[in-house]
């Protein structure tokens, strides 16, 4: 097993990785306080792991099970979290236990954060998406009508528990959505990461646990340092957001409905690369190379074919980085080094993404 910790004062914790992780006890024991504990998770994520993680504990936890999909991530659901845990008394020193991918990670760590004011929460990530990030560095939230993830908080996990076991019973989609977040980390920070994922990218796909356990660790490691030096996105934690801006344009603009959120920040990448190549800060080869990186995860590297510029722009007007109407874009200084930025000639946007429209 591996283990990295988030450093964050009395807020640190540790992520532990590796192979069979939901079965061992201690693990998870040591970090419950001698109260109730609740295990959140959706009849997907239920029927294949829970039987493993019951066993687990000493006295039979509240199990609750919420509805699968990103269109449950919502107020409603909370309440419904709420509820059990009021009507079987939980109180201020009790865990919850998020078992299942960001979905269920995200909604469990805000319950946690509002519940009797905050309670302790558990991460169990079982996706790859959620085991590079979403169980990492405290970000909560569920999605109002007008917006994603617009109504949340910061609130830290007390352990993340990633069990790359779970990733076997894993869709081909979602891992892969799954590796352009890893991918994500090489582009901002590390560009021998991104050499040896481009040598690698066969033994991801095919689950090889010492090449998956390693993309995970490298990635966490990579978060945990980003977030234990700004936790609450005032400046450098933004460059996670690479790809995301050009991505969420096309997940708004598809309705979430034709790709999921990795492959659209997949397509962003790509994008976010081209445009630097655009605007001269990173050569031809590095953008083809990355494109291809990204490609070789088994992802899509176009945006939808009826996506103008003005529907571009218009959307991504509607980014929570957007400042003043001027789009703020991570951009690639190099391979391995990314920055915020809305210093470029918004004519040179409009224009690449005429040209990405017409192609
Ligand atoms: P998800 O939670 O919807 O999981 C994808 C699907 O896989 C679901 O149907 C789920 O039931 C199923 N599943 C989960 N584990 C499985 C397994 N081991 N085997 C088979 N099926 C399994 O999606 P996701 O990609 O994990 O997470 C996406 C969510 O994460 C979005 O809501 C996004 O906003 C959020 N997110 C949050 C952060 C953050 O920092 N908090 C970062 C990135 C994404
Ligand atoms: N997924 C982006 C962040 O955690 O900041």
Redesign the pocket.
């Known amino acids: 097993m591996e283990s990295i910790n988030v450093e964050l004062g009395q807020r640190s914790y540790p992520i532990y990785i590796g192979e069979n992780l939901l079965e061992q006890a201690t693990l998870l024991n040591k970090h419950i306080k001698n109260s109730k504990c609740a295990v959140i998770t ?1 009849p ?2 239920k029927e ?2 829970w039987s493993s993680l019951e066993k687990v504990f000493d006295e039979p936890p509240l199990l609750i099970t919420l509805e ?3 269109q449950h ?1 919502n107020l409603d659901t909370l309440n419904i979290i709420f509820t059990q845990l009021l009507e079987n008394f939980f109180d201020r020193k009790s865990t919850l236990i998020a078992l ?7 909604m469990t ?1 805000f319950a946690a954060a509002c519940y009797q004011r905050g309670i302790d929460f558990i991460q169990i ?6 085991q590079v ?9 569920v ?1 109002h009508p007008l917006g ?2 617009m109504v949340g908080a910061f609130h830290q996990p007390i352990a993340v528990i990633s069990d790359t076991s ?6 081909s989609r ?1 891992l892969s ?2 590796l352009a ?1 890893v991918i994500k980390y090489g582009f901002i920070n590390d560009i021998d990461f991104l050499h040896w994922l481009e040598k690698n990218m066969p033994d991801l796909l095919s689950l090889d646990n010492k090449a998956m356990t390693y993309a995970i660790k490298k990635s966490c490691e990579i978060k945990a340092d980003i977030v234990a030096r700004d936790e609450t996105e005032q400046s450098v934690r933004a460059l ?1 957001n690479l790809g995301h801006t050009f991505g969420h344009a096309i997940e708004t603009f598809t309705e979430y409905k034709t790709y ?3 492959e659209c920040v997949g397509i962003g990448m790509v994008m976010a690369a081209e445009f630097s190549h655009r605007l001269n800060l990173i050569s031809k080869s590095d953008c083809e190379l990355s494109k291809k990186i990204i490609a070789s995860a088994n992802l899509p590297t176009q945006p939808p074919a009826d996506m103008s510029k003005d529907i571009f722009i218009e959307l991504m007007m509607r980014d929570k980085k957007t400042l003043n109407n001027n789009i703020r874009l991570v951009l690639l200084e190099k391979l391995g080094g990314a920055f915020v930025s809305s210093d470029y000639d918004p004519d040179i946007l409009a224009n690449y993404l005429d040209q990405v429209h017409q192609r």
Do not use: C, M, R, W
């Open positions: 959706n997907t994520v294949l792991y699968d999909g990103e991530k299942g991918g960001g979905v269920i990670g995200d760590g990530p079982t996706t790859l998406l959620s990030d979403s169980s990492v560095g405290g970000k909560t939230a999605n994603k993830n779970s990733l076997k019973t894993l869709p979602e959505a799954g977040e996670l999921l959120h990795g």
